[in-house]
């Protein structure tokens, strides 16, 4: 076989020397680019550390934040209930607790702005009889009357209807009124309070808003 030609030598020369350049490039780009894919996927990995790291973060301030908002209302149904305990025993329930309370409490319930509200009132009656009723609330198509006891009990709640008829009869000008049953007390245990349902009776008892309604949901108060 003829020995190739001189020229047609360089040409395969520069040939091989061509791809040796490209293959040596090639190798460099592949090189940067696994370096560089190598720097993201390490970016990444310490970015989800990050984001990982945030999330628990936020997690334990949200459970503080639920622990704490637990707590301020657990403190603040502890400063109510002794605040209680307090006009209880300085007899000032009435005024200091419940009485504060009715406007808001009869305007939640019962829909109505009641035009007199009125606490510890003393009736007196021809004969010289004397009645002292504990709250009542007056609107031009119903009264509300309250009774409250530091303890509530299911012979408290008997008494109420004895109050209500004693409420028509010291009270002549408003007897025609349908009258709403309230009975107010520091903490209601559960049978007493399903006893005063049945009746129709709406219970406040001390709670975050000092006095709110301890009637369950749904709960429609009687008109006696």
């Known amino acids: 076989m003829p020995a190739p030609l001189p020229a047609t030598a360089e040409r395969v020369d520069r040939l091989e020397a061509s791809i040796d350049r490209f293959v040596a490039s090639v190798g460099i780009e592949f090189n940067k ?7 993201t996927e390490a970016q990444m990995r ?22 704490f908002k637990a707590e301020s209302i657990a403190e603040r149904r502890e400063m109510n209930r ?9 007899g000032t329930m009435v005024e200091d607790l419940v009485y504060p309370s009715l406007p808001r409490i009869l305007r939640e319930t019962l829909g109505r702005e009641f035009d007199s509200i009125q606490a510890r009132v003393r009736l007196r009656l021809p004969d010289g009889r004397v009645r002292e009723f504990d709250a009542f609330a007056i609107a031009p198509d119903v009264a509300a009357l309250n009774s409250t006891k530091a303890t509530l009990r299911s012979a408290d709640v008997d008494r109420l209807i004895d109050e209500i008829a004693a409420f028509r009869e010291f009270l002549p000008a408003r007897a025609h009124l349908p009258v709403v049953g309230i009975l107010a007390t520091l903490s209601v245990d559960d049978s007493v309070l399903n006893y005063a349902e049945r009746l129709g009776f709406l219970v406040l008892a001390v709670g975050d808003q000092v006095m709110e309604v301890k009637n369950r949901p749904g709960f429609e108060p009687r008109f006696w």
């Open 46 to 67: 310490e970015f989800k550390d990050e984001m990982r790291e945030f999330k628990d973060e936020m997690r334990e301030f949200k459970d503080e934040m639920l622990g």
């Open 33 to 39: 680019l696994y370096k560089s894919q190598q720097r």
């Open 82 to 90: 002794k605040w209680g305990d307090l006009a209880n025993k300085l």
